[in-house]
């Protein structure tokens, strides 16, 4: 079922794969074959309406990207450039375990790391006492990534965990296939990285987070991300070591929640690193690719190695690919 477990950006690694960034999340190679048995159950229970709580957004122009001198410019942060979007409607916050175990259980819905039967767990986040039995293997480039069998929504660590005291947490180990299958049984689609970003920027112009330029103004903690020496120390100074619940933190200036840091959340368009500067209207990225753009960060970036979560920030997986820091929201025309 799995051919190659690899990392994904400038590093090449034993099994010739390229790595992003060492705690963006890691590419999984896999059978493509067995990725419609998944996705056809959730196009039969597609007429299904979720109810949840969105804002609605006014749209209009705003400035995309950044000329952020820290930044990744072989990411495609910048140029910085005007984009104007229609009307829309996102999801307050990421879809959380409570929400997706619905789905699951109006459609019968089996996630791609269920079907493969495996996916990528943050290494620390193992039980020490199990982790020899839990690990089938670790990426080369970045072994703090483990590939556990039966790592899946339910069982983010592998057997013996649960979620049943993360009802409010983001769902993980969704690949873009799975939350696209969600939102279509919602009446719903993934954002687009413009949509996305508009939404995230709260109504600010070019700034580095959803509340503005400094990291933790005042010293306090905005976003649930790595604090102390990645890989091997978080000392959750910002509370939480791993995801937390999706409104641990205050909204920004759209009443929108949790779009820095704690998960990674997919994208609808293909990722590609070329824009120009002159202006857009709804873009919605090229009509192919190899991976899906995600945005936001996640609780394991730092700004040692991964300074992703700034709004403008941007990075991508395959769309089959899965791990214990991707998750998603939803938006709906208008």
């Not at 992003?20 to 493509?32: F, G, H, I, N, T």
């Not at 609605?56 to 950044?66: A, C, E, K």
């Not at 005007?82 to 929400?99: A, K, W």
């Not at 969600?182 to 600010?204: C, F, H, I, N, V």
Request: proline share 7%; aromatic share 12%; hydrophobic share 35%.
């Amino acid at each position: 079922m799995v051919d190659e477990v690899t990392g994904g950006e400038t590093n090449s690694g034993e099994h010739g794969v390229e790595q992003k960034s060492s705690c963006c999340a890691p590419v999984a190679v896999r059978d493509v074959a067995v990725l419609e048995v998944g996705k056809a159950v959730a196009a039969s229970h597609a007429a299904a309406e979720l109810v949840s709580d969105m804002v609605s957004l006014p749209g209009g122009t705003f400035l995309m990207g950044t000329d952020y001198a820290h930044g990744f410019p072989l990411d495609g942060e910048g140029p910085v450039r005007p984009v104007t979007l229609s009307p829309f409607q996102i999801d307050r916050f990421p879809v959380t375990n409570e929400e997706f175990a619905a789905f699951v259980e109006a459609t019968g819905y089996r996630t791609e790391a269920e079907i493969f039967g495996w996916s990528f767990v943050f290494w620390s986040h193992i039980p020490a006492e199990r982790f020899e039995a839990l690990v089938e293997d670790t990426v080369a480039a970045a072994p703090w990534w483990c590939k556990v069998p039966g790592a899946f929504w339910r069982q983010p660590e592998g057997a013996g965990s649960d979620v049943r005291e993360r009802g409010r947490h983001p769902v993980v180990h969704v690949s873009w296939n799975d939350a696209g299958a969600y939102a279509a049984w919602a009446s719903k689609s993934l954002p687009t990285e413009a949509q996305w970003e508009y939404a995230a920027r709260g109504g600010l112009e070019q700034k580095l987070y959803p509340w503005g330029d400094e990291l933790t103004p005042g010293g306090e903690h905005r976003c649930n991300i790595w604090q102390g020496k990645f890989p091997v120390e978080d000392t959750g100074e910002d509370g939480f070591r791993g995801s937390c619940p999706v409104d641990s933190f205050p909204a920004n200036g759209f009443g929108i929640y949790s779009v820095t840091g704690n998960v990674w959340e997919w994208c609808a368009d293909w990722f590609h690193a070329s824009f120009s500067a002159e202006p857009q209207h709804d873009p919605i990225g090229p009509g192919n690719g190899q991976s899906r753009v995600m945005k936001g960060g996640s609780f394991l970036c730092h700004a040692s190695y991964c300074n992703r979560y700034r709004v403008a920030a941007r990075t991508s997986n395959t769309p089959d690919s899965s791990a214990s820091n991707i998750g998603f929201r939803c938006v709906k025309a208008g």
